[in-house]
């Protein structure tokens, strides 16, 4: 298959960024997207230009590295998948295509196609965890955990932290990459002791960081890898609410 | 130099007690003082670092990865064992122990083994403890299910992303010590070069991989965490940037490599289809729970597989392997394909494929309940292949996917250089010639929580420590002598993409020196491998800039190092007149054709020692003793 593409090329945090065309010939019609990079940038590579820089390691869905805005879409025109995983053949051959980084503001770009996606891990610090040291912890059998209950808490602990949620909400919001942590700790006992502290650190440090509000566009539903439900952000906003009553 | 793996005396299943109680200990009030340097950020680097930091030690930890979460753990699917004996089924500790020595064809040191077996339980509580949604029956309690070479089910699982959930807790608990302010995360920082004073390890040299700035990080000691490096290969099931660098670094600083030439193929992989292709996909062991591998019993029989009837199908692994059927080990089963696969008797527009044939289950408990055990593998099956595994069997094959070799390291987990540990996948500790499925998390998990925050202590505790300046000859020497590597990259100018180079030493690696290896083509690998790096040095191209965000760099500079370890990795294959697990050396088999090995010449482990560029490497040997496993044939009938 063959494909034009139109690139975003950006030097650094601080050039202005433009596209760039370049063509990809004869694409195997398995090959995903960032496989059809991989030949781009070999060409460019040996005509000794700079290849293009895009972010990606596992390129099974689960590292959460990859991320690009393929053609307006976030990880590409369809529903639950990372871009790593979307193949060629779901495009037909001659297709222009467009490649841009994710854009949220607390996202700033790196180079080309790479962005830093910090702000999560900062996120995750201010209150993802429970508070256990190494060999505190009691015999794993000790508290049962029906089975459905633990089913949710693995529906929610999916997130593979991509950042598409934020990417694709018309707000810039975070809601449901920290509405999957908080609502995982809050369903399991063994996070519950923190349940109020947690929520709370959480969004105020969403909030610092400069993602938007959630206003229950979910477009993020749709366009997280793992399908993430928003019922999360509503279990979120309960935890929130409870939390806050709880403090005053 | 003599080896000497520190191993305490005394019955085994007191040794780690016992030295737990014989170790220093650091007063609390002066660890603050101490700091630890740990690159990777993988089950075993995050666990490690929450740990010491836990214990008030001052952390330093480093990763190529933009986030500590995107370490190549992540990626693990099947599970993690532990010897909890819930469901009654007779485990014990002293089981995982034999089975763990019996399944790595006895080339593992039986100490560690045994600790690593003991420990198992806990790191079950401990990630249970941090909110990881193992799978659960009913009733609310753990479910496990079975992994090849064990007739038991000891395995741990969160549907098939268990490497994520372990990862993501010893994640939240790095993130909580980062957020306490005893870890330090650098990210997007890879390490270049290892810094050695008076011969112990004090520092790193890092690469910034967004400004390409070099800097120089010292501590009181470095624990390398930084997997596996199956990558050698090519195509492998290893996330793409998993590479051998800091291994090579530390190793031309004088750490000794042991085993290199035990590589492990998986058999479950979804076949190669084309060159474009960058990776392989596992699809996870767990899936021979319910799966039957079969070919059919004639030639060229192109019907559908569903057309296919009963009889005219070859179970072959049921039928050589009666007792343990789809659930021996992964080196057999995989030499099995490749037999049945050299024979003519493969599947698929290649040949190169065997079937993996869920029917049976299907019909017996439906396709939802399939779904919801393993709905993330059949999915990503059906994207790859698009075929749809529920419709029809999968077509698997045999594929690199991990490396029991590794830095030597001794009982306490530390290598040849006096302060420089090694975890994970990265040592060559307790899997012997071959690794059991879901025991690489397990031992991450035990080297990160349970051993080094002991050892490293008492290496602390135990050693006068002289103040290393930032401009000493060995601090500078070494930033200098990372700033000349790039230069060198850089230089070289010709035409050629270093990928291209990469591919090449993959399609040498596995034709000569993987599945099956003869002294003949791991004679004429070495050569080939020799005259890639001659062409390397002289026609490499790497574009860009080097003070900048550049992929080419980095690969760059990998591969160089990739090409090393592939020699050395052929030679210790070439050497070794045996074939025990995953090293299957043609010359060396019974009459069914399984491994033969020589416990006379080779029960040892194959520490080989720099000796310079250029200079063939020098073998040392870590002599294998048995004392409570006494070696036998290894028979899964
Ligand atoms: C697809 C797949 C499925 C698997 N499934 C299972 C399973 O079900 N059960 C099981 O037990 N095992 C499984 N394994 C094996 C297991 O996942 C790995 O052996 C294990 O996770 C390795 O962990 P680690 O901490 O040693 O290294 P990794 O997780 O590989 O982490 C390496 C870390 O080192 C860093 N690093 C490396 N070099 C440098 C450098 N030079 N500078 C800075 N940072 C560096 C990286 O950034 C990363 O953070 C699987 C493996 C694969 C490939
Ligand atoms: S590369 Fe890992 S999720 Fe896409």
């Known amino acids: 298959m063959d494909f034009k593409l139109k690139v975003w090329r950006q030097k650094n945090r601080d050039d202005k960024g433009h596209f760039e065309d370049y063509t990809a010939k004869g694409i195997s019609e398995a090959a995903s997207v960032l496989e059809m990079l991989d030949v781009v940038n070999r060409e460019l590579v040996a005509a000794g230009k700079d290849p293009i820089a895009f972010d990606h390691d596992c390129r099974e869905g689960i590292c959460g590295s990859c991320g690009l805005v393929i053609n307006g879409g976030v990880h590409g025109p369809f529903e639950h998948n990372t871009t790593c995983e979307l193949r060629m053949r779901r495009f037909s051959d001659g297709d222009t295509i467009v490649l841009e980084p994710f854009r949220a503001r607390p996202f700033p770009i790196i180079k080309d196609l790479v962005v830093d996606r910090s702000a999560f891990d900062r996120i995750m610090q201010a209150g993802g965890y429970v508070t256990v040291k190494t060999g505190q912890a009691p015999e794993a059998n000790g508290i049962a955990v029906p089975k459905k209950i633990a089913d949710e808490a693995m529906d929610a602990a999916q997130c593979v932290g991509c950042g598409a949620c934020a990417a694709t909400c018309p707000n810039g919001s975070a809601m449901l990459f920290v509405a999957a942590k908080v609502s995982q700790l809050a369903l399991l006992p063994q996070g519950k002791a923190e349940r109020k502290e947690r929520a709370l650190a959480m969004v105020a440090q969403m909030d610092k960081e400069g993602f938007g509000s959630c206003s229950n566009t979910y477009a993020c539903e749709a366009k997280c890898p793992k399908g993430v439900s928003v019922t999360h952000i509503a279990r979120l906003n309960r935890e929130y609410l409870r939390a806050g009553f709880g403090s005053k | ?637």
């Not at chain 2, 990776?279 to 059919?296: A, C, H, I, Q, Y």
């Not at chain 2, 050892?455 to 420590?465: C, E, H, I, R």
């Not at chain 2, 043609?586 to 090995?597: A, I, M, S």
Request: charged share 25%; proline share 4%; aromatic share 10%.
């Open chain 2, 1 to 637: 130099m003599k080896l000497d793996p520190k191993v305490p005396t005394g019955p085994i299943e007191k040794r780690w007690s016992q030295h737990k109680f014989d170790m220093k200990l650091v007063n609390p009030a002066n660890r603050r003082k101490y700091t630890v340097i740990i690159v990777g950020t993988g089950l075993a680097g995050s666990s490690a670092a929450a740990s010491l930091a836990e214990l008030g030690f001052n952390v330093e930890s480093f990763s190529f990865h933009e986030s500590p979460r995107r370490a190549h753990s992540i990626a693990a699917q099947g599970g993690i064992n532990a010897a909890k004996n819930y469901v009654n089924d007779g485990d014990s500790v002293w089981r995982l122990f034999h089975d763990t020595v019996k399944g790595g064809d006895y080339r593992a040191r039986e100490s560690n083994v045994y600790r690593l077996a003991e420990v198992s339980g806990n790191i079950i509580d401990q990630c249970v403890a941090q909110g990881v949604p193992f799978a659960r029956e009913y009733g609310g309690s753990l479910d496990t299910r079975s992994f090849g070479g064990a007739q038991l089910s000891r395995t741990f699982y969160a549907r098939g992303q268990t490497g994520q959930q372990l990862l993501l807790g010893a994640y939240s608990a790095l993130s909580r010590n980062i957020h306490n302010g005893g870890v330090t995360f650098h990210g997007r920082k890879e390490m270049v070069d290892l810094i050695v004073v008076d011969g112990r390890a004090r520092g790193i040299v890092v690469r910034d991989l967004v400004t390409g700035e070099l800097s120089t990080h010292l501590a009181n000691a470095v624990i390398l965490a930084t997997g596996g490096y199956s990558n050698v290969f090519y195509l492998s099931t290893n996330a793409l940037a998993c590479n051998t660098s800091a291994i090579m670094k530390a190793w031309r600083k004088g750490a000794y490599l042991a085993n290199p030439c035990y590589t492990q193929i998986h058999p479950t992989c979804i076949p190669v289809a084309g060159d474009y292709q960058s990776k392989l996909t596992l699809m996870s062991e767990s899936l021979r729970n319910d799966g039957r591998v079969w070919v059919p019993k004639k030639k060229g029989d192109s019907r559908n597989p569903a057309q296919i009837p009963e009889e005219e199908r070859d179970y072959y692994l049921e039928r050589l392997y009666p007792s343990f059927g789809n659930l021996v080990p992964r080196d057999v089963a995989s030499r099995r394909a490749k037999e049945i696969c050299d024979k003519g008797l493969g599947v698929g527009k290649t040949g190169l494929s065997v079937y993996l044939d869920f029917a049976d289950a299907i019909n017996r408990n439906g396709e939802e309940w399939m779904a919801e055990k393993y709905g993330n593998l059949m999915d990503m099956y059906h994207e790859i292949t698009d075929e749809d595994p529920y419709k029809q069997p999968m077509r698997i094959y045999p594929a690199l996917h991990y490396t029991m070799g590794g830095l030597w390291v001794d009982y306490h987990l530390q290598s040849t250089i006096p302060g420089l540990f090694v975890a994970g996948e990265a040592n060559f500790s307790d899997h012997g010639a071959n690794r059991l499925g879901a025991s690489a998390l397990m031992q991450g998990l035990a080297d990160g929580y349970f051993v080094l925050p002991y050892t490293v202590s008492d290496y602390l505790a135990g050693t006068k420590f002289e103040a290393v300046k930032a401009d000493a000859p060995e601090v500078a020497g070494a930033s200098k002598d990372a700033k000349a590597g790039i230069d060198k990259l850089m230089g070289v100018n010709g035409k050629t993409p270093a990928d291209i180079f990469h591919r090449r030493l993959g399609h040498v690696m596995w034709e000569k020196v993987g599945m099956a290896r003869e002294k003949k083509g791991l004679e004429e690998a070495i050569g080939e491998i020799k005259n890639i790096r001659k062409d390397f040095w002289k026609d490499l191209k790497v574009s860009g800039s080097p003070d900048d965000l550049n992929m080419e760099i980095e690969r760059a500079a990998r591969v160089a190092d990739f090409i090393d370890l592939g020699e050395l990795l052929a030679t210790d294959a070439l050497h070794r007149e045996e074939s025990c697990g995953g090293h299957f050396r043609v010359e060396h088999q019974t009459d069914e054709g399984e491994t033969k090995r020589d416990d006379q010449n080779f029960a040892y482990a194959a520490a080989w020692q720099y000796s310079g560029e250029g200079q063939a490497p020098v073998l040392n040997k870590d002599e294998l003793t048995f004392e409570y496993d006494i070696p036998s044939s290894r028979s899964y009938k």
